[in-house]
């Protein structure tokens, strides 16, 4: 009689479950033991002389170097006292207080040895000196010799491969205030404060890093109270999370700059006249309100570095125009694209799903050249590496950190040098190579603040490439973190000032 | 003579398995391998080191890629078949080692999903087809429908709302793996409940037009009682069917919610693995995508000889 209730006893033993499953989590608002970071990106590995772990274990506040960069893009020492020229080497003296997080002390057999191995392993620490020779000369000071002159050698050790680390058999240990308690790649790693960075070790709380893909759902765990950090919050949940009074909310320019890079190899862009005008065609007011946030671009460099423009780049559409007309592009057919020898000014523009602000940015760099008269094809492509490598491009959306250690050297020698491996612009100017080769052999930051401007004053003559937007990123504390600031980019989010409000 | 012939069948059968394991593994390197996109320079732009002519020929030698095609499918099959699948240039691990401790995850996604789905489609398809047309089964229509119109991600969002940030009854993302998974193993299984409930109705009111249903109801049973009495193992071998397949993406097939809850599956490693032409990766799970797709048809062949014996002979 009762066998046609057997499937509702199913359903109710499944609501059941699903109750159960509900309820039983923990009371609202139970505050973590620890502090909880959440971001969308983890090191993979802890070698640091594995690909870009370096930077990783820096970021999370467990690696360090000899010398970083500060808060205000300055290169200040941190495992070292000073880098002194000794004829085509340096001397570094290190500081005689410094143990990594097992307790022995950093000494120059160390050091050498590891910055050696990453030296020798990781093709990004030696891009740009070339391979370095470390020599011991006592506990204290050791000498490097890089295969490259090197004219700011505190720059070069302030890169992000160059973190100095000790290799035990458990594994490397480092100097950051941080240690490794324990580590799932590329899911979630577990931090402890290092017993011998300093004074401060007790304050300092323990620290789960979580990794999450999707940048909504980062939102919804802060707002759920299982974040005390989030960082890189998506623009489109600031203003839900700003009315949220357990959160603050900011937002910060970040080093990373968008740019725009012009084929010259192309027939049409080998007119600097043609490039010109798309510089002074877009309105980078219009790009910044299209990601709600950044600023407009002054230069290669973010404004915070004292080697950038010191304006914003200009919008004058009248000019572009004029520009265009003498360079001989009319619109004959009144189709409101110009034309030359009955062939339409029209470009390819690309930009990568990688970076979402930049997918953005298309409609309105095409809408904007289309008003001066350009046709303009978008697409999204994903392999953008090859895409760049290839050449088989006009124009192509770029983001890029343009001084990760602090000196504006890499990132022009890099990728707008003559013939250089990431010159995708395919620039040949010997004037900007000649200010570079200045540069190498100047030493003083105020000159090379002086050259630096030099060569960006070239480029924005010859627009090789055109400098967008400098973009504001953004992050969310709760009120244990409330004090606490992200500066750097991505590149110091946990530092040693990482302590927990007093209730 | 019966067990000689059983012998001869399954040493058939293990042929056509390895002959057609070969083939998919051949087929996933060659497609791989046409595929646009140089998985070297790919590595060097991912891990941040130049790509210059000298890394691009350093790597492609490390990793054999300088090495006629034939060459490379046998030395990856070697590896392969003694336990070494090479390791991720995008996570620079062990692929076996990230398959080992991703697809528990997914499994217990993919099977908590299919399990809850099951348990309540089997109550909820019954009531339907007791009553067409009734609560149960506009209730059963209803959830096909949004499953069908709402992308998974978007109520996967609006789960973790309601659930973590509105109510605060779990932790969807800091708490224990178990905790962690409430949510998403609702959202799997709701997106199986529909077509679930929706076959098994189909084929309780099938049998509901045979003579052997109408026999029971002239002897008095009531509906409800002779749709389970003579209906319900039709019903069973239904879902059987239509669960066979659904089984195929409980590894590799969940990336979307994965991605949303943040959970260290195998099908967010694979979609990470795919924009990064994680070569290696790739070819190891369409081999193991294939081993386990024949092991599912294969268990679902042997239990339906189980549930129906007419099949064996």
Redesign the interface.
């Known amino acids: 009689m009762s066998?046609?209730f057997?499937?509702?006893r199913?359903?109710v033993?499944?609501a059941a479950?699903?109750t159960v499953?509900?309820?039983?989590?923990?009371a609202?608002?139970q505050q973590?033991a620890t502090v909880?970071v959440?971001k969308t990106f983890l090191a993979?590995?802890l070698d640091p002389a594995?690909?870009?772990a370096g930077?990783a274990l820096t970021s999370h506040g467990v690696g360090q170097g000899l010398f970083s960069v500060d808060r205000d893009g300055r290169v200040v020492p941190v495992l070292a006292e000073t880098v002194e020229p000794d004829g085509d080497g340096w001397i570094v003296r290190l500081r005689s207080d410094r143990r990594f997080s097992d307790g022995s002390p950093v000494t120059a057999a160390v050091v050498a040895q590891s910055l050696g191995r990453t030296s020798e392993t990781?093709?990004?620490a030696r891009?740009t000196g070339g391979a370095l020779a470390f020599t011991v000369i006592d506990d204290h000071r050791l000498r490097i010799d890089p295969e490259r002159p090197v004219p700011v050698m505190a720059s070069l050790l302030a890169e992000?491969p160059m973190v100095v680390y000790r290799q035990t058999d458990d594994g490397p240990v480092f100097t950051g205030p941080f240690q490794v308690a324990s580590f799932?790649?590329?899911?979630?790693l577990v931090l402890s404060p290092n017993p011998y960075y300093d004074e401060d070790v007790d304050r300092r709380p323990d620290v789960?890093l979580?990794?999450?893909?999707?940048a909504?759902?980062l939102a919804?765990?802060l707002?759920?109270?299982?974040?005390d950090l989030a960082f890189n919050l998506p623009v489109e949940a600031l203003a839900r999370l700003e009315d949220d009074e357990a959160l603050t909310v900011r937002s910060f320019p970040v080093a990373y700059q968008y740019m725009m890079w012009l084929n010259t190899r192309r027939t049409v862009l080998s007119d600097p006249a043609v490039r010109q005008a798309i510089d002074l065609a877009i309105d980078r007011e219009m790009l910044t309100a299209a990601i709600n946030g950044g600023e407009v671009a002054t230069g290669a460099f973010a404004s915070s570095f004292p080697f950038a423009g010191d304006a914003p780049r200009p919008f004058d559409q009248a000019t572009a125009g004029n520009l265009l007309e003498e360079a001989g592009w009319v619109d004959t057919d009144g189709d409101g694209i110009r034309d030359q020898d009955g062939e339409d000014l029209t470009l390819d523009l690309h930009a990568y799903p990688?970076r979402p602000d930049l997918v953005s940015f298309l409609p309105v760099v095409e809408a904007q050249l289309q008003a001066v008269g350009i046709g303009v094809s978008t697409f999204v492509t994903?392999?953008v590496?090859?895409l760049a490598?290839s050449h088989d491009f006009d124009l192509l959306l770029w983001a890029q950190h343009t001084a990760p250690a602090g000196d504006p050297a890499f990132f022009l020698n890099?990728f707008l040098r003559t013939g250089s491996?990431?010159n995708h612009a395919g620039y040949a100017s010997p004037d900007y190579d000649a200010v570079l080769d200045a540069m190498a052999e100047t030493a003083a930051p105020q000159d090379r603040t002086t050259l630096a401007r030099q060569a960006q004053d070239r480029l924005f003559a010859d627009v090789p490439v055109s400098f967008l937007v400098t973009p504001s990123w953004h992050y969310g504390t709760s009120d244990r973190l409330a004090g606490y600031e992200v500066w750097g980019s991505d590149y110091y989010i946990l530092r040693d000032d990482l302590f927990v409000a007093a209730d | 003579m019966l067990d000689g012939e059983r012998r001869s069948g399954a040493v058939g059968w293990l042929f056509r398995v390895v002959i057609l394991l070969a083939v998919v593994s051949v087929a996933a390197f060659a497609v791989l391998h046409a595929v646009?996109?140089?998985p070297v320079?790919?590595a060097?732009?991912?891990?941040?080191?130049?790509?210059?002519p000298e890394?691009v020929a350093?790597l492609r030698a490390e990793w054999g890629l300088d090495r006629p095609l034939a060459a490379q499918y046998l030395h990856w099959l070697a590896g392969f078949l003694s336990g070494d699948w090479g390791v991720s240039f995008?996570?620079?691990?062990p692929i076996l080692e990230e398959f080992g401790r991703r697809v528990p995850v997914s499994m217990a996604l993919g099977f908590g999903g299919l399990a809850?789905a099951l348990?309540?489609a089997?109550?909820?398809g019954?009531?339907a087809a007791v009553r067409p047309g009734g609560l149960a089964d506009r209730v059963a229509r209803a959830v096909t429908v949004l499953t069908q119109a709402v992308p998974a991600?978007w109520l996967g969002?609006v789960a973790?709302?309601l659930?973590?940030?509105e109510?605060?009854?779990?932790?969807?993302?800091?708490?224990p793996l178990s905790?962690r998974l409430?949510l998403p193993i609702?959202i799997v299984a709701l997106y199986s409940l529909g077509s679930l409930t929706r076959v098994y109705r189909a084929e309780l009111l099938a049998a509901v037009e045979t003579p052997m249903y109408r026999t029971a109801r002239a002897k008095g049973l009531?509906r409800?009682?002779a749709i389970?009495?003579h209906c319900h193992r039709r019903g069973l071998f239904g879902l059987l069917a239509a669960l066979t397949p659904e089984f195929g993406w409980v590894i590799g097939g969940t990336a979307v919610t994965?991605?949303?809850?943040?959970l260290?599956g195998i099908s967010?490693?694979l979609v990470?693995s795919i924009?990064a032409?994680d070569y290696f990766v790739l070819q190891a799970y369409i081999v193991v995508i294939a081993v386990w797709m024949l092991a599912v048809f294969t268990a679902a062949d042997l239990l339906g000889r189980v549930l129906d014996p007419r099949v064996s002979r």
Do not use: H, K
């Not at chain 1, 799932?184 to 979630?188: H, V």
């Not at chain 2, 060097?44 to 210059?52: A, M």
């Open positions: 066998v046609p057997v499937p509702l199913l359903g033993g499944a479950l699903l499953a509900m309820v039983g989590g923990p609202v608002g973590p909880t959440g993979s590995s594995d690909g870009s930077w990781n093709p990004a891009a992000w799932d790649s590329g899911s979630e789960r979580i990794r999450f893909s999707d909504q759902s919804l765990a707002e759920a109270g299982e974040l990688q994903e392999a590496s090859e490598q890099a491996g990431n | 646009p996109g140089d320079i790919i060097l732009s991912v891990q941040n080191l130049p790509v210059t890394t350093a995008r996570t620079t691990r809850l348990v309540v089997v109550p909820l019954f009531a991600f969002l973790i709302w659930f973590a940030v109510l605060g009854v779990l932790q969807a993302f800091t708490g905790e409430v609702l009531s409800p009682a389970w009495r994965e991605v949303v809850f943040g260290p967010q490693f990470e924009g032409r």
